[in-house]
C-alpha cells in the first residue's frame, strides 16, 4: 500500500518593510509579525544594533538604501507588499526635503518594477489640504511649506503609481513627542514642565505609533478592504489643556499647558522646530479617533501611554 504524497503549503510572501528601525517602521514590523505574517526589514547596516534587534524579533533582513533605486528593487523582489516611511535627511542647512521626495520615488519605482501588490505609505494628518488655512496663500506658513508640500507630493505619487492596492495613513501628532528624549514638549525633563506655543484650548489629533502600526498592520492584512483607504489617524483628539491634565493626574504632578511667546519658549529650551506649534494652532489636525474604530483598529488611550511610557 502506497503513502499518499504529502502537500505543504507554500511560504507566504514576505512584507517589504521600510524604517523598521526607527519608530513607525519598527511598530510596524513588530505588529505584522505578531500576526504571523513573514517581514523584510530594508536597513542600510545589518550589523547595527538596531538591526540585529529586528532580526531578533524574527524579521528577514536585506540590506539597501532608498536612495539607490536598484537595491530598492532588489529589496522588493518577491514582497507582497510595501510599508512604506521615509524621513529627510538632515544637513547644515536643515532638512532636506529633495531627499525625502527622492526616497520615496525610488521605493515606489522599484516596488512596481518588482511587482508588488499592494503599498502602504505613512503621511502626516492634513497634507494635501494644508493650502486652504487661513494665511497660506499670503506667505504665513511659508516654513511650513517644504515639509507638507513633500509629503502632498508622495501621496500623489502612490495615488498614480498603479498599484492593485494601495493605503495611505496620515497620523497626527505623535504621542513620543512627549518622551524628555525628544526634547521636544518637555526639553527639559517633565520636571521642568511643558515648553510649547501650542495653545492651551488647541485641539490635536494625538497618535501612539504602536497605533501606527496597528494600522499598517491591518491595511497589510486586508488588502481588498483598505484599498485606496485615507485614514486620518488619532488615537485620542484632545487639547493642550486636556493633554496637560492628565500627565499631571497621572504622574502626580502640577503640569498646566503654558502661554509662551516665541522668544519666551526658545529661551527655556524649546528646539527651533518648536515653532510648528504656531502652525497647530492655526491648521485643525483633521484625524479622528472615530475614523480607525470604524476600520476595526484597536487605539491606545493617552492615559495609558503616559502610565506606560512616562512614569
Do not use: C
Amino acid at each position: 500500500m502506497s503513502t499518499p504524497p504529502t502537500t505543504s503549503t507554500p511560504p507566504q510572501p514576505p512584507v517589504l518593510v521600510t524604517g523598521a528601525t526607527g519608530r513607525q517602521g519598527g511598530a510596524t514590523a513588530r505588529a505584522l509579525l505578531a500576526a504571523g505574517v513573514p517581514v523584510r526589514a530594508l536597513v542600510r547596516g545589518p550589523a547595527t544594533d538596531r538591526a540585529r534587534a529586528v532580526a531578533a524579533l524574527g524579521a528577514e533582513l536585506v540590506t539597501g538604501d532608498l536612495l539607490d533605486r536598484a537595491s530598492v528593487e532588489r529589496a522588493a523582489d518577491g514582497a507582497r507588499a510595501v510599508f512604506s516611511v521615509q524621513m529627510p535627511r538632515f544637513t547644515a542647512e536643515g532638512f532636506d526635503f529633495d531627499d525625502e521626495l527622492a526616497q520615496a520615488t525610488h521605493l515606489i519605482e522599484g516596488a512596481r518594477a518588482a511587482g508588488v501588490d499592494q503599498f502602504v505609505h505613512t503621511s502626516v494628518s492634513g497634507a494635501g489640504q494644508h493650502t486652504e488655512v487661513p494665511g497660506w496663500a499670503e506667505g504665513r506658513w511659508d516654513f511650513m511649506a517644504p515639509a507638507l508640500d513633500t509629503k502632498a507630493a508622495i501621496q500623489d505619487l502612490v495615488r498614480k503609481a498603479g498599484f492593485p492596492h494601495w493605503t495611505l495613513i496620515k497620523p497626527g501628532l505623535f504621542m513620543e513627542n512627549l518622551l524628555p528624549s525628544t526634547a521636544y514638549l518637555f526639553p527639559r525633563g517633565i520636571e521642568g514642565g511643558l515648553i510649547t506655543l501650542i495653545k492651551s484650548d488647541t485641539r490635536l489629533s494625538l497618535t501612539a505609533v504602536t497605533d501606527i502600526g496597528a494600522a499598517a498592520a491591518a491595511a497589510l492584512t486586508d488588502p481588498g478592504r483598505f484599498h485606496e483607504v485615507e485614514l486620518e489617524l488619532a488615537s485620542e483628539y484632545r487639547s493642550m489643556a486636556e493633554i496637560a491634565e492628565t500627565l499631571g493626574r497621572v504622574l502626580g504632578r502640577s503640569i498646566t499647558a503654558p502661554d509662551l511667546t516665541l522668544e519666551q519658549a526658545l529661551a527655556a529650551g524649546m528646539p527651533a522646530m518648536g515653532a510648528s506649534g504656531t502652525w497647530l494652532n492655526a491648521a485643525s489636525q483633521p484625524g479622528r479617533p472615530e475614523y480607525a474604530q470604524a476600520l476595526g483598529i484597536p487605539l491606545t488611550r493617552f492615559e495609558d501611554w503616559t502610565r506606560d511610557n512616562l512614569l
